[in-house]
C-alpha cells in the first residue's frame, strides 16, 4: 500500500494551557473524503488551524505526517506549497489587500515553490473567470479588497474559488456548508465535487449531513472532546444526525 | 540694547547666528540668539527636540551648478525648478498656470522658529498662479545640490476661483548632509478643487524642514498630501485655515521611517467659519530604530458652528525598537460641532498573516502585501493617475529597501 496522504497519530495540542486536542489519530489515503462531525467547541478548527500551521498552538505529544513528510515542522506557506489547503470557517477580511492581487500572488507563490513559471496576466484572468463563473461569482466581488463587506455566503464561495485556483492534494473545508443558502450550498458542492479525484484527499467539517448529501463522503468520523470517537462510513452521519451526539461522548467528557 | 542673558548657544545655533548676520537679517539674528532653537519644552516641538536633533548646520547655499536628475519624474508634468533656493526658467507653462519670481519670502508671520527662519533667509521664491481647469499637473521640483548645504526656498501658490488643478512640491537632491527648509504659502479660491501634495526625497543624511500654510475660500473642495520619505530628520508643519463656509478638506499624510530616522509631521487645522468639514488621515510606519511623530491639531472658532472634522492616526511599528508618536487635540470653542480623533498604532497583525501564508505567499512577502495594503488608503487618496503611480513608486523603494 502507497503511504497515505495524511497520517495525524495521537496528536495531542495545548492553548493557552488548555489541552484542546487530547489525541487525535485520523489516516487519510488519497482518492478519498472523510467527513468529520462533532458538537461545538470539541476542537474541529483547532485540529483544522494545527495542520494548517497556526502559530499559538503547541503540539505537546504525537505527529502529522503528510505525504510521510513531518508537516508540523514547515511553515504555512510550505504546507500550501505542499499542497494542504484550509476552507476557513471564519474567512478573513483585509483591507487594502486587492483580491485579484491576493489570487495572483498565491497562485504565482505556489507556482514558484514548485519550480514553474509565474502565470501570465491573460492566463491568470482566464483561470479566475473561469473558476469563479463555475462557482456562481460575480466579477465586481473580485474587485473589492480580499472579503472586505464579503456576506457570510459569498467569503465561504470565495474560499472554494481559492481552492479551485490552487488546485491542493488536501483540503480542508471547516464547516464551508455553514451561511450557504440551499442553491449556494449545491454550486459549492459541486465544485468540491470537480475537485475530488484519485490523487486528492478531503477533510470535511461540518454539522449537518445535508452536506454530506452533495459531497459523499468515504469515512464520517465523530469528534468529541479532542478526539476522534468514532469512525464509520457514510451511514455514520445519518445515525448521529437521528441520535445527537450524547451517545458517542466518552464517560468522562463534560 | 539690554537683552535678556541668552543660554548657551548650541554649535547649531550660533550657526544659524551667524548666517542670519552674513544674509542681513541682524533683527532676525538677534531674536534668534535670545529664544534658540526649540527643546522639547516648547509643546509643538515636544516630540522633536531641535536643540538636540540639530547637531550642525551646513553653510548657506550657493548658486547650484547643474542638477541632478529628478527623483520622481510624472508623466506630462510641468516642472519648476528652485535649485538651491533660486528659482530656475521653466519653460513655457501650460495654459492657466503663471509663473513668476517674487522677492523675499511667502509665509505668514507665526510663532515658529522653522518659519521665522524661512522669512528671514529665503531672498526670492517662486510664484504659481492657477486658473481654470489644469491638465497637466504643475510639479515644484525643489534641490538640494552640490556639497551639503543649507538652503531656503520660497513658494507661492494661488489656485483661483473655480480652478481645477493638482500641484505636487517634492524636495531632493544630491548625496549630502544638507540641510533644507521650504516654505509654501497655498491659496485655495472659492469653489476651487484641488489636490496639494508635499514630498519629502531628499538624502538619507540630510535633515528637511517643510512649511506649507493653507488658506480655504468658500466651497472649495481641498485635498492635502505630506509624505516624508527622504531626510534622515525631517518635519512637515502644516497650518490649514477654513476661511470661507461650505469647503471641505481632505488631509492625508505618511511618515515612512527607518534607521535612526526621525519624521515628524505637525498639523494645526482652524474651522474659523460655519459650515466646513475636514477629515485628517495620517498614517506612520517605522522599523529599525526609527521614530515616527504625529502632532494633530484641529481648532474650532466660536462662529464655526457646523464644523465637522475628524482626524485619524494609523501606525504600523515594524520592529520593537522603532517609535511612533502620536498627540492628537481638539480645541473647539463652537457648541454645534462634530469632532473627533483616534489613534490606533500596532504590529502586523497575525491573524492576516497567517491567512496569506496559508494560501502559499512567503512571509516576507505576505507582509509586504500588508504593509503595502495599510499605505495604499494614502496612495489611492491621489486622483491623478501619474502622481499617484509615482507616490507608489517611492512606497515602492522604501518597502524594497534593505533595513
Ligand atoms: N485561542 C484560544 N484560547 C483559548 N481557548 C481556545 C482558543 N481557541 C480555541 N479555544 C477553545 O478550544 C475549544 C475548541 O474550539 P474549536 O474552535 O476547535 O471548536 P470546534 O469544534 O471547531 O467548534 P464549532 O463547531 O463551534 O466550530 C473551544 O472550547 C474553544 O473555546
Ligand atoms: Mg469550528
Redesign the interface.
Known sequence: MSTPLLEIRNLHVRVEDNEILKGVNLTLNRGEVHAVMGRNGSGKSTLSYVL?????YEVVEGEVLFDGENLLEM???E???AGV??A?QY??E????ATM??LK??MN??RK?RGESELTTPDFMKAVRDASGLLDIKQDMLKR?LNVGFSGGEKKRAEIL?MAL?QPKLAILDETDSGLDIDALKVVSEGVNRLRSADRAMLVITHYQRLLNHIVPDVVHVFSNGRVVETGGKELALELEAKGYADFDEPNAA | MNVQTPVRLSAAEEAFVGQLESAGASAAAERFRIIGLPTRRVESYHYTDLKTLLSAVPPLARAAKGASAPVIDIPGAYRIVIANGEVQNSGTAPNGVIVSKVAGATLTTRDDVLMRLNSALVSESVSVELTGHVDAVVHIDRRMEGDAAHVQSGAKIAFAAGTKATVIETVSGSDAAHMGNAGSYVSVGEGAEVTHILVDLSARQATHFASVEYRLAANAKFKSVVVNAGANLARAQIFAEFTGEGTHGDFYGLNLVDGEQHKDITLDVTHGVPHTTSSELYKQIARGRGKAVFQGKINVARDAQKTDAKMMMQGLLLSDEAEILAKPELEIFADDVVCGHGATCGDLDDTWLFYLMSRGIPRAEAETMLIRGFLAEIVDAVEAEHVAQALGDIVEVWLGKAV
Open positions: 494548517a500551521g497556526r502559530e499559538d511553515e504555512p506557506d504546507r500550501a506549497a489547503f484550509l476557513f474567512p478573513i483585509i483591507p487594502g489587500v492581487t491576493f500572488a498565491a507563490a505556489q515553490a479588497p481559492q490552487l
